[in-house]
Protein backbone atom coordinates (compact mmCIF):
# COMPACT_ATOMS: atom_id res chain seq x y z
CA UNK A 1 0.00 0.00 0.00
CA UNK A 2 1.25 3.11 -1.20
CA UNK A 3 1.48 6.03 2.09
CA UNK A 4 -0.25 9.39 1.08
CA UNK A 5 2.03 11.82 2.28
CA UNK A 6 -0.44 14.97 1.64
CA UNK A 7 -0.46 17.02 4.72
CA UNK A 8 -3.67 17.39 6.29
CA UNK A 9 -3.96 20.89 6.57
CA UNK A 10 -3.45 21.54 2.87
CA UNK A 11 -6.27 21.84 0.77
CA UNK A 12 -7.61 18.91 -2.11
CA UNK A 13 -6.19 20.35 -5.53
CA UNK A 14 -8.57 19.33 -8.17
CA UNK A 15 -8.00 21.79 -10.76
CA UNK A 16 -11.27 23.76 -10.21
CA UNK A 17 -10.94 27.50 -9.65
CA UNK A 18 -11.83 27.84 -5.97
CA UNK A 19 -9.05 24.84 -5.56
CA UNK A 20 -6.91 27.11 -6.92
CA UNK A 21 -7.45 29.58 -5.07
CA UNK A 22 -6.72 27.88 -1.87
CA UNK A 23 -3.89 26.32 -3.07
CA UNK A 24 -2.41 29.76 -3.54
CA UNK A 25 -3.12 31.09 -0.03
CA UNK A 26 -1.67 27.67 1.68
CA UNK A 27 1.53 28.09 -0.18
CA UNK A 28 2.06 31.72 0.48
CA UNK A 29 1.03 31.11 4.20
CA UNK A 30 4.17 28.45 4.44
CA UNK A 31 6.15 30.67 2.20
CA UNK A 32 5.33 33.21 5.46
CA UNK A 33 5.95 30.86 7.59
CA UNK A 34 9.52 30.02 6.13
CA UNK A 35 10.21 34.07 6.05
CA UNK A 36 9.74 34.69 9.60
CA UNK A 37 12.28 31.07 10.84
CA UNK A 38 14.52 32.67 8.09
CA UNK A 39 14.43 36.22 9.86
CA UNK A 40 14.26 35.05 13.70
CA UNK A 41 17.88 32.62 12.73
CA UNK A 42 19.61 35.83 10.70
CA UNK A 43 18.74 37.91 13.92
CA UNK A 44 20.46 35.50 16.44
CA UNK A 45 23.13 34.99 14.43
CA UNK A 46 23.73 38.95 14.39
CA UNK A 47 23.56 39.10 18.20
CA UNK A 48 25.77 35.89 18.73
CA UNK A 49 28.86 38.32 19.18
CA UNK A 50 29.71 39.34 22.90
CA UNK A 51 27.90 41.56 24.79
CA UNK A 52 27.54 45.17 24.68
CA UNK A 53 26.83 47.42 27.41
CA UNK A 54 25.71 50.84 26.88
CA UNK A 55 26.17 53.01 29.86
CA UNK A 56 23.11 55.11 29.60
CA UNK A 57 21.82 56.07 32.97
CA UNK A 58 23.07 58.35 36.11
CA UNK A 59 22.60 56.06 39.18
CA UNK A 60 24.71 58.27 41.87
CA UNK A 61 21.98 61.12 42.50
CA UNK A 62 24.73 63.71 40.19
CA UNK A 63 23.85 65.69 37.71
CA UNK A 64 23.91 63.70 34.21
CA UNK A 65 26.54 64.29 31.78
CA UNK A 66 26.44 66.57 28.64
CA UNK A 67 24.79 65.16 25.83
CA UNK A 68 22.88 62.29 24.82
CA UNK A 69 22.96 58.70 26.38
CA UNK A 70 24.59 56.74 25.75
CA UNK A 71 28.13 58.27 27.19
CA UNK A 72 30.11 55.08 27.18
CA UNK A 73 29.90 51.71 25.72
CA UNK A 74 31.82 48.42 27.04
CA UNK A 75 31.88 45.41 24.48
CA UNK A 76 33.47 42.31 24.22
CA UNK A 77 34.47 40.27 21.30
CA UNK A 78 35.94 36.74 21.05
CA UNK A 79 38.66 36.52 18.57
CA UNK A 80 39.16 34.03 15.67
CA UNK A 81 41.64 32.36 14.63
CA UNK A 82 45.16 32.18 16.39
CA UNK A 83 43.24 35.32 18.85
CA UNK A 84 40.69 32.47 19.75
CA UNK A 85 41.19 31.97 23.32
CA UNK A 86 41.27 35.88 23.70
CA UNK A 87 38.61 38.54 24.32
CA UNK A 88 39.20 42.10 23.42
CA UNK A 89 37.10 44.31 25.50
CA UNK A 90 36.93 47.92 23.75
CA UNK A 91 35.99 51.00 26.56
CA UNK A 92 34.42 54.16 23.87
CA UNK A 93 33.31 57.38 25.39
CA UNK A 94 31.25 59.61 23.83
CA UNK A 95 32.09 62.28 26.28
CA UNK A 96 31.45 66.44 25.80
CA UNK A 97 35.47 67.67 26.04
CA UNK A 98 35.62 69.28 29.37
CA UNK A 99 34.15 65.56 30.57
CA UNK A 100 36.70 62.62 31.73
CA UNK A 101 36.38 59.40 32.94
CA UNK A 102 37.99 58.94 36.44
CA UNK A 103 37.19 54.71 35.97
CA UNK A 104 35.24 51.43 34.75
CA UNK A 105 34.38 48.28 36.79
CA UNK A 106 32.99 45.71 34.75
CA UNK A 107 32.15 41.92 35.98
CA UNK A 108 33.19 38.10 35.62
CA UNK A 109 30.98 35.20 36.06
CA UNK A 110 32.73 33.61 39.49
CA UNK A 111 31.95 29.97 38.23
CA UNK A 112 34.12 30.80 35.15
CA UNK A 113 36.73 32.91 37.24
CA UNK A 114 36.44 32.34 40.82
CA UNK A 115 40.11 34.57 41.53
CA UNK A 116 39.65 37.77 39.29
CA UNK A 117 43.03 38.94 41.32
CA UNK A 118 45.24 36.28 39.57
CA UNK A 119 47.90 36.96 37.63
CA UNK A 120 46.67 34.99 34.74
CA UNK A 121 43.29 36.41 34.96
CA UNK A 122 44.49 40.21 34.08
CA UNK A 123 44.34 41.37 31.41
CA UNK A 124 46.90 43.18 29.06
CA UNK A 125 46.85 46.83 27.82
CA UNK A 126 46.42 47.10 23.55
CA UNK A 127 45.79 50.24 21.93
CA UNK A 128 43.66 53.17 23.36
CA UNK A 129 44.34 55.56 26.43
CA UNK A 130 46.06 53.10 28.46
CA UNK A 131 44.34 52.73 32.55
CA UNK A 132 48.02 54.85 34.07
CA UNK A 133 47.16 53.01 37.50
CA UNK A 134 47.21 49.84 35.93
CA UNK A 135 44.45 47.07 35.87
CA UNK A 136 43.42 45.42 39.14
CA UNK A 137 41.23 42.46 39.54
CA UNK A 138 39.67 41.32 43.32
CA UNK A 139 40.40 38.50 44.85
CA UNK A 140 38.17 36.00 46.36
CA UNK A 141 35.01 38.04 46.29
CA UNK A 142 35.39 40.33 49.74
CA UNK A 143 32.16 42.23 49.01
CA UNK A 144 33.54 44.68 51.86
CA UNK A 145 36.10 45.71 49.33
CA UNK A 146 35.22 49.39 48.16
CA UNK A 147 38.25 49.80 46.17
CA UNK A 148 35.72 47.67 43.85
CA UNK A 149 32.65 49.60 44.81
CA UNK A 150 30.61 52.02 42.78
CA UNK A 151 29.36 55.09 45.09
CA UNK A 152 25.43 54.61 44.20
CA UNK A 153 25.77 50.84 44.22
CA UNK A 154 27.28 47.57 43.05
CA UNK A 155 30.65 45.07 44.27
CA UNK A 156 32.97 44.27 41.21
CA UNK A 157 35.71 42.41 39.78
CA UNK A 158 37.81 44.92 37.79
CA UNK A 159 38.65 48.29 38.00
CA UNK A 160 40.49 50.33 35.61
CA UNK A 161 41.63 53.69 36.79
CA UNK A 162 42.94 56.87 34.93
CA UNK A 163 44.67 59.88 36.71
CA UNK A 164 47.68 61.42 34.88
CA UNK A 165 46.34 60.51 31.77
CA UNK A 166 42.75 62.42 30.72
CA UNK A 167 40.39 59.35 29.54
CA UNK A 168 37.79 61.80 28.20
CA UNK A 169 36.27 63.24 24.75
CA UNK A 170 35.28 60.36 22.65
CA UNK A 171 39.17 58.13 23.34
CA UNK A 172 38.86 54.81 23.29
CA UNK A 173 40.88 51.47 24.81
CA UNK A 174 41.36 48.32 24.28
CA UNK A 175 42.03 45.34 26.70
CA UNK A 176 42.50 41.78 26.11
CA UNK A 177 41.53 39.17 28.19
CA UNK A 178 43.28 35.57 28.09
CA UNK A 179 41.99 32.20 28.84
CA UNK A 180 38.25 32.98 28.45
CA UNK A 181 34.72 33.58 26.98
CA UNK A 182 33.16 37.07 25.80
CA UNK A 183 30.34 35.70 27.51
CA UNK A 184 31.47 35.11 31.07
CA UNK A 185 31.37 39.19 31.43
CA UNK A 186 27.59 39.42 31.06
CA UNK A 187 27.55 39.43 34.63
CA UNK A 188 25.87 42.07 37.46
CA UNK A 189 27.38 43.32 40.21
CA UNK A 190 27.05 42.27 43.75
CA UNK A 191 24.18 44.59 45.35
CA UNK A 192 25.79 47.37 47.77
CA UNK A 193 23.52 50.33 48.36
CA UNK A 194 20.08 49.39 46.78
CA UNK A 195 20.11 51.11 43.27
CA UNK A 196 20.35 48.13 41.15
CA UNK A 197 22.83 45.88 39.99
CA UNK A 198 25.05 46.81 36.87
CA UNK A 199 26.76 44.97 34.03
CA UNK A 200 29.61 47.95 33.72
CA UNK A 201 29.64 51.54 35.36
CA UNK A 202 32.24 54.24 34.91
CA UNK A 203 33.04 57.63 37.37
CA UNK A 204 32.63 60.61 34.74
CA UNK A 205 34.13 63.57 36.20
CA UNK A 206 34.27 66.96 35.11
CA UNK A 207 30.08 67.89 34.43
CA UNK A 208 28.39 70.75 34.35
CA UNK A 209 30.00 74.29 34.95
CA UNK A 210 30.90 72.98 38.16
CA UNK A 211 32.97 70.28 37.32
CA UNK A 212 30.59 67.85 38.92
CA UNK A 213 31.12 63.95 38.76
CA UNK A 214 28.48 61.17 38.84
CA UNK A 215 28.10 57.60 37.94
CA UNK A 216 26.77 56.40 34.87
CA UNK A 217 26.03 52.25 33.76
CA UNK A 218 24.06 50.24 32.23
CA UNK A 219 20.43 49.20 32.08
CA UNK A 220 19.68 46.34 29.95
CA UNK A 221 16.67 46.82 27.35
CA UNK A 222 14.95 43.40 25.50
CA UNK A 223 17.31 41.82 23.38
CA UNK A 224 17.42 42.69 19.57
CA UNK A 225 16.25 38.72 19.32
CA UNK A 226 13.24 39.05 21.63
CA UNK A 227 12.15 42.68 19.92
CA UNK A 228 12.34 41.00 16.64
CA UNK A 229 10.53 37.68 17.93
CA UNK A 230 7.87 40.32 19.52
CA UNK A 231 7.53 42.44 16.32
CA UNK A 232 7.59 38.87 14.26
CA UNK A 233 4.48 38.28 16.67
CA UNK A 234 2.50 41.38 15.62
CA UNK A 235 2.64 40.56 12.13
CA UNK A 236 1.74 37.12 12.54
CA UNK A 237 4.33 34.94 11.80
CA UNK A 238 4.20 32.86 14.26
CA UNK A 239 0.63 30.73 14.17
CA UNK A 240 -1.64 31.26 17.36
CA UNK A 241 -3.66 28.00 19.27
CA UNK A 242 -7.07 28.48 17.90
CA UNK A 243 -9.90 29.20 20.85
CA UNK A 244 -11.34 26.05 21.92
Known amino acids: MVQSHQRLDRPVYDGSPVSVIEEWRFRMVHVKHLACVATLAGVTASVSAGPVFNLNIEFSGATPPAGAAP ?88 RFNWSANTFGGVQSVVYKFTGMTASWFNFVSEPGGGQGRYFAVAKVQGIGAGGDSGWIGYIPLPSAAGMAFMGLLGLGCVRRRPAL
Open 71 to 158: WMTVSFTQGTGLNSAHVFMTIQNYLVAAEFVDRVLINVDPANVPNPGAVANLPSYETGTEADDGVFGKASNPLMDTFYKADGDGFFDY
